[in-house]
């Protein structure tokens, strides 16, 4: 469900809205001891791309009331500052798009913390599609309602 809220969210077409989608399923795991020999390509790409964002839609799955692995992994690789820099996340407010059956609140608490380290703010609204009947065979979301 969770690629099928992604797919809808880039085509909505929204006026004055750009979404660029990254794959973080490709992004390597977090590694500070390696962080000497730069950040990886595709992490760099996100990296430079949230810097210049007004805004960062997250989608997530939920894992145990909590975020997924690797969303976590994402948060993480984006949200690291090396000594000298600035989390390219700074200030810049982010959105969550999720499928969870419930926990709403655990996950936006969990989603808030984290956002705290690196002084993002979370939009106070959760989208949330927790129904399966409002997505078709291909996994695509049939309706804005």
């Not at 880039?10 to 795991?29: C, M, Q, R």
Request: proline residues 5%; aromatic residues 8%.
């Amino acid at each position: 469900m969770i690629s099928g809220l992604i797919r809808a969210a880039t085509a909505a077409n929204v006026k004055n809205v750009n979404i660029t989608h990254f794959d973080i399923s490709e992004f390597p795991l977090v590694n500070t001891d390696l962080l000497g020999k730069g950040f990886p390509a595709q992490v760099q790409k996100a990296r430079e791309a949230a810097s210049k964002a007004h805004g960062i839609l997250w989608a997530s799955p939920v894992d145990n009331r909590k975020m997924s692995a690797v969303t976590k992994n994402a948060y993480d690789w984006l949200s690291i500052a090396p000594p000298g820099t600035i989390s390219p996340m700074k200030g810049i407010p982010s959105g969550l798009l999720t499928s969870a059956k419930s926990h709403d609140e655990d996950l936006k608490a969990h989603f808030n913390q984290m956002f705290r380290y690196c002084k993002a703010a979370l939009f106070d609204e959760v989208f949330n599609v927790t129904d399966s009947s409002a997505f078709d065979s291909d996994g695509n979301l049939k309706s804005e309602n």
